[in-house]
């Protein structure tokens, strides 16, 4: 009588042992699962935010590209082939001409410019400058060193990049500031600017 009870007791643990064990696989299947649906939405999630941002980008066009490089607060007022001389162009080349100003409130001791120039066609041409021996570049950048730009001053009235006296036909100019330098050191970034560059770079206007 006492063996059997003993016997009884042993298979009910057993049994409740075994269902625990079952629970506990069933628990850990579950959570398996729930981890694995929690995965695949963060990843579907992800996914869109990574289209949508694709599309964002894809639908801004050049205009819009543009007009987010341009508000930099280094302003480009005008552009200009100033001509020295009507001839005697090895000596007095042509000078690609920039004009900006300053809309900060510290003193700008440099800043870099690009440039950018398209044909009476509207075809991209390679700026090449006095004594650039190559056969050019559709973007060049410029260094404005050691300006001395107040708050509120203009740059570049009188000044440019001289260019090489084959350089003709130069029928529409472009420009974007890149950056500019105070006398602190302090390096401030147009982040606008690449996107357009990139955009643009030996691109027709038409």
């Known amino acids: 009588m006492k063996k059997w009870y003993i016997?009884?007791?042993?298979?009910?643990?057993?049994?409740?042992?075994?269902?625990?064990?079952?629970?506990?696989m069933k628990d850990a299947e579950t959570e398996k699962v729930n981890?694995?649906?929690?995965?695949k939405e963060l990843e579907t999630v992800s996914k869109e935010?990574?289209?949508?941002?694709?599309?964002?980008?894809?639908?801004?066009?050049l205009m819009e590209l543009k007009r987010e490089a341009l508000d930099f607060?280094?302003?480009?007022?005008?552009?200009?082939?100033?001509?020295?001389d009507e001839e005697l162009k090895a000596l007095y080349p042509d000078l690609f001409s920039?004009?900006?100003?300053?809309?900060?409130?510290?003193?700008?001791?440099d800043y870099q410019v690009a440039l950018m120039a398209w044909d009476s066609n509207d075809l991209p041409l390679k700026i090449r400058g006095q004594f650039d021996f190559s056969n050019g570049r559709y973007i060049v950048n410029v260094d404005a060193k050691d300006v001395n730009l107040i708050p509120g001053a203009t740059?570049?009235?009188q000044s440019g990049l001289p260019l090489d006296e084959q350089m003709k036909d130069l029928h529409t100019l472009d420009a974007i500031v890149q950056s500019f330098t105070d006398?602190?050191?302090n390096v401030v970034e147009n982040k606008a600017a690449k996107a357009f560059l990139d955009a643009i770079e030996g691109k027709t206007l038409k």
């Open 7 to 24: 016997y009884s007791l042993l298979g009910i643990l057993m049994i409740f042992l075994a269902g625990c064990s079952n629970g506990s």
């Open 35 to 39: 981890e694995s649906e929690d995965a």
């Open 49 to 61: 935010v990574l289209v949508d941002d694709k599309e964002e980008v894809e639908e801004k066009g």
């Open 73 to 84: 607060s280094v302003e480009i007022l005008d552009l200009s082939i100033l001509i020295q």
């Open 98 to 109: 920039v004009v900006v100003k300053n809309n900060t409130e510290v003193d700008i001791r």
């Open 155 to 157: 740059d570049g009235e």
């Open 183 to 185: 006398f602190d050191d």
